[in-house]
Nanobody, 121 residues
Framework: QVQLVESGGGLVQAGGSLRLSCAAS????????MAWYRQAPGKQRELVAG???????NYADSVKGRCTISRDNAKNTVYLQMNSLKPEDTAVYYC???????????????WGQGTQVTVSS
């Protein structure tokens, strides 16, 4: 069984910072792209930031300059450092990874359970 477990969400005032973590565990053969998505109430899930296995990154325009995605391949973990948070950043944040599990015939998309981020004004 392969799973993603997020941590680091919470309540923060506008202008504050949070660091989200997501650890992949289980019988993993290889992890390819990893990413953070978010979903606010009444809105569709959207990509926040992504990072390839080689370290290339991409960001949503709404978070560029305020968020940094990184990964530790030795720990199978991806991070999202969020600074200068705004009330509109309030959402459930989901970790996503494309992984190949041991014994599998190819990669699959995996999602974490989500972690709530609330930014008060």
């Amino acid at each position: 069984q392969v799973q993603l477990v997020e941590s680091g969400g919470g309540l923060v005032q506008a202008g504050g910072s949070l660091r989200l973590s997501c650890a992949a565990s289980g019988s993993i053969y290889r992890i390819y792209n990893m990413a953070w998505y978010r979903q606010a109430p009444g809105k569709q899930r959207e990509l926040v930031a992504g990072v390839t296995s080689g370290g290339s990154t991409n960001y949503a325009d709404s978070v560029k300059g305020r968020c940094t995605i990184s990964r530790d391949n030795a720990k199978n973990t991806v991070y999202l450092q969020m600074n200068s948070l705004k009330p509109e950043d309030t959402a459930v944040y989901y970790c996503n990874a494309f992984m190949w599990r041991v014994g599998g015939t190819g990669g699959d998309d995996y999602w974490g359970q989500g972690t709530q981020v609330t930014v008060s004004s």
